[in-house]
């Protein structure tokens, strides 16, 4: 594109006061960066991203507070990870943190399994141990 054509639509990060650098053509064809405050189609999906992630952040809080699940899941949903990324800070088995997902064997973890926990989520095993939803 060029770099007249570099789109320049209201996004989220233009709240922030922050401009995405694009790649775009000068006159002469040759390749340039040039800055952008956002484009639809993008803020849209972001936007969306944003609420889905939001969603299953109250879903998993609903269902710490209704004894269904333990704070792990409220926190992975919180700090925007999945099984697989949480399994890569903590350095525990992907099966064992679906296990620690419930809440009776959540409660028999041991302070160093649940600092694991706390450390990926920057958190302390207090804030951990005593979230309720």
Not at 10 to 17: A, Q
């Amino acid at each position: 594109m060029k770099k007249s054509e570099v789109p320049q639509d209201k996004s989220n990060i233009e709240s922030v006061n922050m401009r995405e650098l694009c790649y775009a053509t000068d006159e002469n064809g040759n390749y340039i960066t040039a800055l952008s405050s956002g484009w639809e189609p993008k803020t849209i999906a972001l936007s969306n991203a944003i609420d889905d992630i939001k969603e299953r952040t109250e879903e998993a809080r609903q269902k710490v507070a209704n004894g269904e699940a333990s704070p792990i899941l409220y926190f992975m949903e919180f700090s925007k990870m999945d099984v697989g990324i949480l399994a890569g800070y903590t350095g525990l088995w992907q099966w064992r943190i679906k296990r620690h997902f419930k809440p009776k064997v959540f409660a028999g973890l041991s302070d160093k399994v649940l600092q694991k926990y706390a450390d990926a989520f920057l958190i302390t095993v207090n804030e951990l141990r005593n979230f309720k939803g």
